[in-house]
């Protein structure tokens, strides 16, 4: 099976630096995504890793370490419109794509 | 304009009454998934399909059926609602999952279902 976890909630101040952690145990592995969710809207796509290292996108960066079945998106210069749930998702033995609870950032003046 | 397309966006309805929640995506992807979402268990995975009259179940499929006809449509169907399938749910697509850069998925505004 796939288990995923990641904090439920977090608090971070505009203009700040916030890291979201995931870690994973999965059966195979082929990819990791992360994705924003604003409060009643679809979940949008950020970035995606599928070898060690870091993807930087702006103000956002991903950190994969597939030894250590760990992830974590970093946000930069935080905004208001942060403020949202951020998924993590990986991609297992037979393609399977099994997303974590999402971690809630509020983001405060 | 890219898009996935779902609807009803809200629908309330009784125990029992069959229901179709329509999908249709304009980026020739061949993967579709349904997902619901509840609050404190996520995204979890209904169905999914790799490509036309290829469909797989997910992690949660009972009470739900699907069609996959053509590559554009995947309806969701409910064919005796009870009041646990009240839920958000998502219809996405995409080129396919694994591990090519350019496969995340591409989620529909949601359906927000009450049954009653």
């Known amino acids: 099976g796939q288990n995923i976890d990641q904090p439920t909630e977090m608090t971070a101040t505009e203009g700040a630096i916030v890291q979201i952690n995931c870690t994973y145990q999965t059966s195979g592995f082929n990819g990791l995504f992360w994705y924003q969710q604003h409060a009643g809207e679809a979940p949008t796509f950020l970035s995606y890793n599928v070898l060690d290292g870091l993807e930087e996108k702006g103000r956002f960066s991903s950190f994969l370490s597939r030894s250590k079945g760990y992830s974590y998106l970093l946000l930069k210069e935080l905004q208001m419109k942060d403020s949202a749930s951020y998924l993590c998702a990986v991609v297992g033995g037979y393609q399977k794509v099994t997303f974590g609870i999402g971690t809630k950032l509020q983001v405060i003046p | 304009e890219a898009q996935v397309t779902q609807n009803p966006r809200y629908l309330i309805t009784v125990t029992g009454k069959k229901l179709t929640v329509t999908c249709s995506q304009n980026?020739?992807?061949?993967?579709m998934s349904w997902y619901r979402q509840d609050p404190g268990l996520g995204l979890r995975q209904i169905y999914y399909?790799?490509?036309?009259?290829?469909?797989d179940k997910g992690d949660v499929p009972e009470g739900y059926k699907v069609s996959r006809k053509e590559k554009r449509n995947f309806p969701l169907i409910l064919e005796s609602p009870s009041p646990n399938q009240t839920s958000l749910y998502f219809c996405?697509?995409?080129?396919?999952?694994?591990?090519?850069?350019?496969?995340?998925?591409?989620f529909g505004n949601g359906t927000r279902l009450t049954v009653t």
């Open positions: 399909s790799m490509n036309v009259e290829v469909t």
């Open positions: 980026m020739n992807h061949e993967y």
């Open positions: 996405a697509s995409s080129k396919g999952p694994g591990n090519s850069y350019n496969s995340p998925l591409h």
